[in-house]
C-alpha cells in the first residue's frame, strides 16, 4: 500500500496577530528562553495550522475567508499568566482570559470549505512562548511570564505564509466587518 501523494504548494497558517507593542515583546521573551523559532515565528494565537494552499485553491480560499471575516465582530482578547501543554506537547504559553469563544467560533469558521482539516490536538487559543527548550528553560518562561498581562482589540485575522528560509511572515489580512451580538 502507498500513501497518496502529498499535494504541493505554500504553507499557510492564519492567525490573530499580537499587536505593539506585545508581539515584540512576547517575541523577546521566547528568545530570552532559548526558543530556536523565536525569530522565526512572530507572536500569534493560531486559528488555522499550517496547511499547505496550492495555487489554484488560493481564490477560492481568499474568497472563504472574505465571507467568514464578514460574519465576526471585532472582539477583545485579555492576555493574562502562563500555562502549559504538558505532559502532551513541551510548550509554554500565555492563556487567553478573555477572547476564548471569540477565537474558538472564528477558528471553526475558517476551517471549513476549502479550509477544512482535521486538528491533531483539540484546540486552544494561546500565544507560545517556549518551545523546543530545555525543562529548566520551560520551567523559566512559566514563571517569568506568570504575571503577564495585556489586552488588546482583534480587528482582523492574518494569513502567514511559510518562506524556503522557516520564516513565517503576515501577507494578508482579513477585517472583521460583522455586527456585535445583541445582549
Known amino acids: 500500500m502507498t500513501d497518496a501523494p502529498r499535494p504541493t504548494g505554500q504553507a499557510i497558517g492564519l492567525a490573530v496577530p499580537i499587536p505593539e507593542p506585545y508581539g515584540s515583546e ?8 532559548g526558543d530556536p523559532l523565536a525569530d522565526a515565528i512572530p507572536a500569534h494565537i493560531t486559528l488555522l495550522p499550517p496547511t ?4 489554484a485553491d488560493r481564490d477560492g480560499v481568499y474568497e472563504h475567508l472574505d465571507k467568514v471575516a464578514a460574519r465576526f ?3 477583545r482578547v485579555h492576555l493574562r499568566g502562563t500555562a502549559t501543554f504538558l505532559p502532551v506537547s513541551p510548550v509554554v504559553f500565555v492563556a487567553l482570559a478573555q477572547g476564548i469563544s471569540a477565537c474558538e467560533r472564528l477558528s471553526e469558521a475558517i476551517r471549513t470549505g476549502p479550509l477544512e482539516v482535521e486538528l491533531s490536538f483539540p484546540y486552544h487559543p494561546h500565544v507560545t512562548v517556549a518551545h523546543h527548550v530545555s525543562e529548566e528553560a520551560m520551567d523559566n518562561a512559566f514563571d517569568t ?5 495585556a489586552g488588546f482589540d482583534v480587528a482582523a485575522f492574518s494569513l502567514y505564509e511559510h518562506g524556503d528560509d ?5 501577507e494578508r489580512d482579513f477585517v472583521l466587518t460583522g455586527e456585535a451580538a445583541r445582549v
Open 52 to 55: 499547505v494552499l496550492t495555487d
Open 73 to 75: 465582530a471585532p472582539f
Open 145 to 149: 511570564l506568570a504575571g503577564y498581562d
Open 166 to 170: 522557516g520564516y513565517w511572515r503576515r
Open 26 to 33: 512576547l517575541q523577546d521573551w521566547r528568545r530570552s528562553f
